[in-house]
């Protein structure tokens, strides 16, 4: 009986393991894109300083301007990077 189960363990293939290799490092270029100073300074943001209608307004309209300007330096970013806006 013992006999045949290790004939069936020698017939079943049993073998040393497939030797390890050791994983291939790859070379990553990475691109440096400079970016000029004022395309990283923090946008403006208009706060109130009374609670009047006038003043909800020039904070809304301030606020558009900021957004406007400030999605323009994005997208002079991206043409930086070589990305389409």
Same mark, same amino acid.
């Given at each position: 009986?013992?006999?045949?189960?290790?004939?069936?363990?020698?017939? @079943?293939?049993?073998? @040393? !393991?497939?030797?390890?290799? /050791?994983?291939? +490092?790859? #070379?990553v270029?990475?691109?440096?894109h !400079? =970016?000029?100073?004022? =395309?990283?300074?923090?946008?403006?943001? /208009?706060?109130?300083?009374?609670?009047?209608? /006038?003043?909800?307004?020039?904070? #809304?309209?301030e606020r558009?301007? #900021?957004?406007? #300007?400030?999605?323009?330096? =994005?997208?002079?970013?991206? +043409?930086?990077?070589?990305?389409?806006?």
């Amino acid at each position: 009986m013992m006999r045949a189960a290790l004939l069936c363990l020698v017939l @079943a293939g049993c073998t @040393a !393991p497939p030797p390890i290799t /050791a994983p291939r +490092s790859a #070379a990553v270029v990475v691109q440096d894109h !400079p =970016l000029p100073d004022y =395309l990283t300074e923090h946008c403006a943001v /208009a706060l109130p300083v009374n609670q009047s209608v /006038a003043e909800v307004v020039r904070v #809304a309209n301030e606020r558009k301007q #900021a957004l406007i #300007a400030c999605n323009a330096k =994005l997208d002079t970013i991206r +043409s930086i990077q070589g990305k389409k806006p």
